[in-house]
């Protein structure tokens, strides 16, 4: 929104010469006004919609003298910032009694569209209308901004309240769940430093002459390391703000369920369990693969 008409007049190169030529079209304008704010009132009552919120608030009377004194206002050469003020009234009574945003353009469009043909039907000379009509577009531009942005102002006031909050709450949480990323990423760094430590006391046992618990056992820390490394790159790359990928938490559980049956069989338990961690082993294997296809349809 503008602060002061000199902005606004800036921003649609509406100059002294634009002022000059519309107040030459004042008196051309009081001749014709009560035609324009009939078609006005044509326009508006052929809408259902329309019609029926002007009805409520004013009668026929009241809103074709409103029209009138804002036609003809347009030509008084007098574009200062009381003028900006008076608009904008006119904007927010527009959003007080509920009328949508696309009849102002629409009438806005049925105003210049009347000028245009009155400018065309009086003066003969191409250039001056030419002239006339690019600084009845300024006009008619510069008021259609201003009370547009009376909807805009009207739907700030809604959420600005709530928007400060929600965006507060939304940055703490996103922070506060770096943090959480963070200090997992912490914790897998300690835990993994710890499974070195087990991987070492393994290979200690084939050294000291128990080769199969040694090897299995070594085995079984190597797939823990792997699954760390896994879920630490996986973390990391969450808090470069990539991806989840699911895949690597099934794959984690995948190792994991490989080092049980690495112990199962280190424990000689019976066959029921190591035929139900099999078949677990099977099944995670057949997600995995469901999974993978699915990520890797939806990427072509």
């Known amino acids: 929104m503008v602060d002061s008409i000199d902005e606004l007049k800036r921003h649609y190169f509406f100059s002294e010469d634009d002022a000059v030529r519309l107040r030459e079209l004042l008196s051309l304008a009081e001749q014709h006004q009560q035609r324009l704010v009939s078609k006005l009132y044509e326009f508006i009552i052929v809408h259902p919609e329309t019609a029926a919120i002007l009805a409520k608030q004013a009668t026929m009377e009241k809103m074709n003298h409103y029209h009138g004194l804002w036609f003809l206002a347009l030509f008084q050469g007098n574009y200062n910032n009381q003028y900006l003020a008076n608009i904008r009234r006119i904007g927010h009574a527009h959003v007080r009694v509920g009328l949508p945003v696309n009849f102002v353009n629409a009438a806005m469009h049925q105003v210049r569209h009347f000028l245009h043909h009155l400018i065309h039907d009086t003066f003969s000379d191409r250039d001056q209308r030419r002239a006339y009509r690019e600084s009845v577009d300024r006009i008619l531009d510069m008021n259609l901004s ?73 085995l079984g820390a190597m797939l823990i390391l792997w699954m760390m490394i896994e879920l630490l790159e996986n973390e990391i790359k969450n808090l470069k703000g990539g991806r989840f990928n699911i895949l690597v938490f099934i794959g984690v559980i995948i190792v994991a369920m490989v080092r049980e049956i690495l112990i199962s069989t280190l424990r000689h338990d019976d066959l029921k369990t190591q035929a139900f961690l099999a078949l677990t082993l099977l099944i995670l294997g057949i997600v995995y693969y469901l999974v993978s296809r699915a990520q890797s349809l939806s990427k072509e």
């Open 146 to 218: 201003i009370m547009t942005s009376s909807y805009r102002d009207e739907e700030m006031k809604k959420v600005f309240v709530s928007r400060r909050l929600e965006s507060g709450l939304v940055h703490l949480t996103e922070r506060f769940t770096y943090g959480l990323n963070l200090i997992l990423v912490l914790a897998l760094a300690g835990l993994s430093v710890g499974v070195v430590g087990l991987f070492i006391k393994d290979i200690m046992l084939i050294f000291n002459g128990n080769v199969e618990k040694g090897i299995l056992s070594a």
